[in-house]
């Protein structure tokens, strides 16, 4: 199971134990717990009389057992110890990651040079609006996602993966790359020419720029060896929005969808292959590099 997969999962996992836990809580505050003082206080009334009757006797009796005895009879059985200690830790983190932050790894090179494999990002989750957790559907809208964003949302062919990538094209936008140069509205893209980047993983380097289109500014790479075109695009929803050809492709962003694509835009499995993201599917903004275990450098936040 890929680490994502878990990331995936843990919403769920994290929700169910929240439930579990919170019940044992509220169960042992509001009525075991007084069912163990109920039951204290009538051992302890009959330890009294005991020893009351013991003195009547002229025996003098024991008085230290019975601190024992009430700290015996009060005591949490160990699994509402546990239940109770782990709940509010729980719910903490069940909603910081469900409303504020969300920690993602970037497991691809297709966001090079902005987000390298390793880094462990955090996405923010209320950016662009709260939504409810585990169904991921939006209760109340804030922001849309702009282009330029680097957002983190449902794979369209499999809901259960998460992707990130980078707004191009939003509702109503037309969004044309050919020949590796990108329009959006008719505005091109300005190209500055960087260094050369190294793939260290690769061990390749690939020619870089920075990428500049109205507000929207980015480093990007390209490989010279690979070709304009689009090769085998998916036959996805609104398909017919889009044409293809040995230069690269067009596209007109239906309303409530966007257009995503990749920094390292010769490797990058995006919306050229598989189409739209629709809102629905939209998770959070990528803010921050928190870790990264092979290059601690890389702590900051992104663009």
């Not at 009294?48 to 003098?60: F, N, S, T, V």
């Amino acid at each position: 199971m890929s680490f994502q997969t878990i990331l995936s999962n843990f919403a769920l996992i994290l929700f169910v134990l929240m439930i579990g836990t919170g019940i044992i809580w509220f169960l042992d505050v509001f009525h075991l717990s007084k069912k163990r003082r109920q039951a204290a206080d009538l051992a302890l009334a009959a330890w009294d009389a005991r020893q009351e009757k013991l003195r009547a006797e002229g025996i003098q009796p024991d008085e230290n057992g019975r601190e024992a005895l009430k700290e015996k009879l009060l005591k949490q059985p160990i699994w509402i110890e546990y239940s109770g200690s782990f709940f509010p830790v729980i719910a903490v983190v069940f909603f910081l990651r469900s409303f504020m932050y969300e920690p993602f790894k970037i497991p691809s090179s297709s966001m090079l040079p902005t987000l390298e494999i390793g880094d462990l990002i955090l996405v923010n989750k209320y950016t662009y609006g709260i939504r409810l957790p585990i169904i991921n559907k939006k209760a109340i809208s804030i922001n849309d996602p702009q282009r330029g964003d680097m957002v983190v949302f449902k794979y369209p062919r499999d809901p259960s993966l998460d992707y990130i990538k980078r707004v191009i094209g939003v509702g109503g936008d037309k969004v044309v790359y050919r020949n590796k140069q990108l329009t959006v509205n008719g505005e091109i893209a300005q190209y500055q020419p960087m260094p050369d980047y190294l793939d260290t993983e690769r061990l390749s380097y690939s020619r870089q720029f920075l990428e500049k289109i109205g507000p929207m500014e980015h480093r990007i790479l390209n490989d010279d060896n690979a070709p304009s075109y689009v090769p085998n695009p998916d036959p996805f929803l609104h398909r017919s929005m889009c044409s293809y050809n040995t230069d690269g492709f067009a596209c007109t962003v239906p309303q409530g969808y966007y257009f995503m694509m990749g920094d390292n835009r010769d490797n990058s499995l995006d919306s050229r292959y598989w189409g739209f993201v629709p809102d629905d599917y939209i998770v959070g903004k990528a803010f921050f590099v928190w870790m990264n275990l092979g290059n601690v450098k890389r702590i900051g936040s992104v663009n």
